[in-house]
């Protein structure tokens, strides 16, 4: 029991650091198995990573969407006009709000163009060209 709890700790402690939901469900494993102090070791940790693994799988991505929250950035973005400052290597580059953004388009454009940003993946803004 005494080494469940240890991990426990490590675990909340991690978890407090990274604020990131990246140990919590190897807490909730340790927690659990703290229950089973009677089986072997082994079965004890079969039990860990079961139930780590389980609440990781089904509660990871409701929950980091309540750690997250919808970004009000990039609903902003999205369906903005974005003027074509430079090319390197097909890669767009221009200002968006005050902020420098790169970007890529299935379709070519031309410095000084105007495009339409579609979406954000990552860094970088999908872009799509003006239909006027």
Not at 22 to 31: D, E, K, L, P, Y
Not at 72 to 92: H, L, T, V
Not at 98 to 103: R, V
Not at 107 to 132: P, R, S, T
């Amino acid at each position: 029991m005494l080494i469940w709890f240890i991990v426990t700790i490590v675990c909340i402690g991690l978890e407090l650091m990274t604020l990131g939901l990246v140990s919590i469900w190897f807490a909730i494993g340790a927690i659990v198995t703290m229950f089973f102090t009677s089986l072997t070791l082994e079965h004890q940790f079969y039990i860990f990573v079961i139930v780590s693994l389980v609440t990781l799988i089904s509660f990871r991505k409701i929950s980091m969407k309540y750690v997250k929250g919808k970004s009000k950035e990039s609903d902003r973005i999205r369906g903005a006009n974005f003027k074509i400052d430079s090319i390197k290597d097909g890669i767009y580059e221009g200002k968006l709000d005050g902020k420098h953004w790169i970007g890529i388009c299935e379709k070519e454009l031309i410095v000084g163009e105007i495009a339409k940003v579609k979406d954000i993946k990552g860094i970088k803004l999908i872009l799509e060209k003006n239909k006027f």
